[in-house]
């Protein structure tokens, strides 16, 4: 007889790896094991498959801000682009993100986030809305 520090007897530790011999087996849910299935992605979800956002013209005006967000808070504004660069490198922010903000312009301050999304996703050479073009 086997003396440890088991919390289970023998015959419960058999029946419990048949338990989960499906999901071993097959590598994906089965029916059994609901309660362990990943959430699935809503319609509104950004696309990830390809990693973090990367902020260029014609980008996704909502996928922008979604990832700037995920660092930036209220209390980050209004404030210059290399501020706000020092706030996403401070956060961990993707590197693609950081450096497309340490590219707009220095003398220009963004005053809330929507700004600094649609400063980002806007064409080079393109002005500002309600700016002078």
Do not use: C, Y
């Not at 990943?38 to 990367?54: K, L, N, S």
């Not at 909502?62 to 995920?70: D, K, S």
């Not at 020092?86 to 993100?97: G, I, K, S």
Request: without cysteine; negative net charge.
């Amino acid at each position: 007889m086997q003396r440890g520090s088991d919390r289970l007897s023998r015959h419960r530790d058999d029946e419990m790896k048949h338990e989960l011999q499906g999901l071993l087996r097959s590598g994906h849910p089965t029916r059994a094991e609901e309660w362990n299935d990943p959430e699935p992605t809503a319609d509104d979800d950004p696309e990830i498959a390809g990693g973090p956002v990367a902020p260029r013209a014609g980008a996704s005006l909502e996928a922008v801000r979604l990832e700037l967000a995920r660092s930036l808070g209220r209390h980050s504004f209004p404030a210059s682009a290399g501020d706000l660069a020092h706030v996403l490198r401070r956060e961990n922010a993707p590197d693609a993100l950081v450096e497309a903000v340490e590219r707009l312009p220095r003398k220009e301050h963004q005053a809330n986030l929507e700004e600094l999304a649609q400063a980002l996703t806007r064409g080079p050479g393109t002005a500002p809305a309600g700016g002078p073009r």
